[in-house]
């Protein structure tokens, strides 16, 4: 697993979504991820979005993501 499929599975499970993602072990990643789907809902709701976009991936191919999650207007885009 490399750090630019996670971000391309994370942008199409979430239309819309702009991900950064690092982690140059293929297991350990760290995304920020900024998505109009996150608008009033709380941190665990927003990494539950995300971590819907990678599946069986999560606890497998990935064995942690750290993520922050932002609206738009959260990261002054």
């Known amino acids: 697993m490399d750090a630019a499929t996670v971000r391309e599975l994370i942008e199409k499970g979430l239309p819309g979504a702009r991900a950064q993602v690092e982690g140059a072990d ?23 979005l995300v971590y819907a976009t990678l599946g069986d991936l999560m606890g497998g191919a990935i064995h942690a993501l750290q993520l922050r999650t932002l609206t738009p207007e959260e990261s002054g885009q």
Do not use: D
């Open 26 to 48: 293929g297991v350990h990643f760290e995304a920020t991820v900024v998505s109009e789907a996150f608008h009033g809902k709380l941190p665990l709701a927003r990494h539950r």
